[in-house]
């Protein structure tokens, strides 16, 4: 953040945030959990044996500002995993400026891995975005820097 990056970390933690680790590091980096943030009420857990919350999209307050919504997909529900899926919709043009890619209408985003052809398509998008956006050069450029 002091180089004038905006995290945005999405992941299964393995903690919650009664974990002290887990919440020293939110905290201290002054990041926000987008889902509780973004909803009324508490989130639901996201594993299924468990109770508690171990996968969170977490950002700061410049990338916060662009989004406009997130949740959580119920278990099996697109996917079959042990963990519920979260997501988050932005405002591209809040986060990208200028620079956004084409949009893809929120019902052709779902498709589970069974869907070769959604996913083929995901595929060849994502790797549109990724020479465009230059993702994994940007990636391993943070990896330098946080090193």
């Known amino acids: 953040q002091a180089k004038g990056y ?15 680790k887990f919440a020293e590091f939110v905290i201290a980096n ?54 519920t899926m979260q997501w988050v919709d932005f405002d591209q043009d809040i986060l990208f ?17 069974m869907q070769a052809r959604r996913k083929k398509d995901f595929q060849d998008k994502l790797e549109k975005l990724d020479e465009k956006h230059r993702i994994k050069d940007k990636v391993l450029e943070l990896e330098r820097d946080f090193a």
Do not use: W
């Open 30 to 83: 002054n990041l926000i959990d987008v889902v509780a943030d973004t909803n009324p009420g508490d989130p639901p857990r996201t594993y299924a044996r468990g109770t508690k919350r171990l996968d969170y999209i977490l950002c700061d307050h410049r990338i916060r500002h662009a989004v406009i919504k997130s949740g959580s997909i119920a278990l099996h529900n697109g996917i079959f995993s042990d963990h």
């Open 6 to 20: 905006s995290p945005l970390l999405m992941g299964d933690f393995n903690a919650d945030m009664t974990d002290k």
């Open 97 to 113: 400026g200028d620079e956004t890619a084409d949009r893809v209408p929120p019902p052709s985003r779902q498709f589970t891995m």
